[in-house]
């Protein structure tokens, strides 16, 4: 059962446009929601994240959205970079203490970004 | 500098062997996680402690075994009974378990000979 979801293995944008990389969740209790880049043969670096009462975070050339009635979130970059091609992970939790996915990320599958020069 | 240091880089096992992983961190975490990454998929949990001499199973946890017997340290052992061993292991830790983000080691990539 995969509650977090990344429905595109990859995407492909030129640089200095908006890439839009998209996660699903069916879990309603997940209440926090993280982006993570990696490179290959590394481990993943945070980018951003965003609580549930907030449908917006943004630093920088990144910003998230949420939309928590379709369960929804995105990354937004803009201008996108050559730099910026790596994997990008969505992840999943809860901070209610009590949850069974309390201290626990989960996963999406991951989307290859490559940007173009 | 504080980090999240995981050794080998690189591990080969023979069929039939135990192997552990080591995952060693400065930045006085209590929590610290194993996550198991194959081609295609996300990231996967295998184990999590919270606490120094307290362990619980992730979603995959079978075939593996760990230890927390210093804040520092969390190995991971991978048993002849993982039955599909080859991946790539990362070790992550956090402040406590409810604190976000989680910070990644650079990881072990572990093939079968």
């Known amino acids: 059962d995969q509650q977090v979801k990344q429905n595109s293995p990859s995407l492909s944008v030129q640089e200095g446009r908006i890439s839009i990389l998209n996660c699903d969740y069916t879990n309603s209790m997940f209440d926090y929601f993280l982006w993570y880049k990696k490179y290959p043969a590394e481990g993943p670096t945070f980018l951003i994240s965003?609580?549930?009462?907030?449908d917006k975070n943004e630093d920088g050339r990144f910003t998230v959205f949420l939309n928590k009635s379709a369960k929804h979130l995105s990354l937004h970059i803009v201008p996108s970079q050559p730099g910026d091609s790596a994997v990008y992970f969505c992840a999943a939790s809860t901070t209610n203490a009590g949850g069974t996915s309390y201290g626990k990320l989960t996963f999406g599958q991951g989307t290859i970004l490559t940007v173009h020069p | 500098d504080g980090g999240i240091t995981q050794s080998p880089k690189y591990l080969f096992r023979k069929e039939g062997q135990n192997v552990t992983l080591s995952c060693e961190q400065n930045l006085n975490h209590d929590a610290m996680y194993w996550y198991r990454q194959d081609p295609g998929q996300g990231l996967r949990l295998i184990y999590y402690s919270q606490i120094v001499n307290d362990f619980q199973k992730g979603d995959i946890a079978e075939g593996y075994s760990v230890s927390r017997e210093k804040k520092e340290s969390f190995p991971l052992t991978v048993t002849s009974a993982q039955k599909n061993p080859t991946a790539f292991y990362l070790c992550?830790?956090?402040?406590?378990?409810?604190?976000?983000?989680?910070?990644f080691g650079d990881g072990t990539r572990l093939s079968i000979l």
């Open positions: 965003i609580s549930s009462i907030k």
């Open positions: 992550a830790s956090s402040i406590d378990p409810g604190e976000r983000p989680q910070h």
